[in-house]
């Protein structure tokens, strides 16, 4: 199987500058039977924020680690989003800077030092309203799709 596609697995590329979520347009099969994703220049379409909600909802169940939060992204997705540590960390690095989670230096259940994350009371409120947005959009979209007369 390619890198980019897990049998039953959407893996959903990630914009690392921005934390947006590339979500294409078309798949192509590859010789294996399995679904490939294409890049944006091939008509990928980018869902603003998206990494940046889900990495604030994650730390709303309190602070963790860089692993941590991919993992619970997966497990929570029913490992249907797979977050790569080269979109995470920089999605982490401009949270701190926005002030939305802070971070420290602290030591695992495995004995050793990881940075962790932790949401801010800016960053409650930041997902409180990302999130309503989030619903409103998808809720558009649904209603979109679930027209009759197709």
Same mark, same amino acid.
């Given at each position: 199987?390619? &890198?980019?596609?897990? /049998?039953?697995?959407?893996? $959903? &590329?990630?914009? #690392?500058?921005?934390?947006?979520?590339?979500? #294409? /347009?078309?798949?192509?099969?590859?010789?294996?039977?399995? @679904?490939?994703? &294409?890049?944006?220049?091939?008509?990928?379409?980018? $869902?603003?924020?998206?990494?940046?909600?889900?990495?604030?909802?994650?730390?709303?169940?309190?602070?963790?680690?860089?692993?941590?939060?991919?993992?619970?992204?997966?497990?929570?997705?029913?490992?249907?989003?797979?977050?790569?540590?080269?979109?995470?960390? &920089?999605?982490?690095?401009?949270? +701190?800077?926005?002030?939305?989670?802070?971070?420290?230096?602290?030591?695992?259940?495995?004995? /050793?030092?990881?940075?962790?994350?932790?949401?801010?009371?800016?960053?409650?409120?930041?997902?409180?309203?990302?999130?309503?947005?989030?619903?409103?959009?998808?809720?558009? +979209?649904?209603?979109?799709?679930? @027209?009759?007369?197709?």
């Amino acid at each position: 199987m390619s &890198p980019r596609a897990k /049998r039953g697995v959407l893996i $959903i &590329p990630i914009e #690392p500058s921005t934390g947006q979520m590339m979500i #294409p /347009r078309l798949s192509a099969r590859n010789d294996d039977n399995t @679904t490939s994703m &294409p890049d944006t220049e091939r008509g990928g379409e980018v $869902i603003k924020g998206t990494l940046d909600l889900l990495v604030l909802k994650v730390l709303q169940l309190g602070p963790m680690h860089g692993w941590g939060i991919t993992e619970l992204i997966e497990h929570r997705s029913e490992n249907l989003l797979s977050v790569n540590q080269g979109s995470l960390y &920089p999605a982490l690095y401009r949270l +701190v800077r926005q002030g939305l989670i802070r971070s420290a230096w602290k030591i695992t259940e495995n004995n /050793r030092r990881a940075r962790f994350y932790e949401l801010t009371a800016a960053g409650r409120e930041q997902l409180r309203d990302e999130r309503a947005q989030w619903e409103r959009l998808s809720r558009g +979209v649904n209603l979109v799709l679930r @027209t009759a007369g197709e």
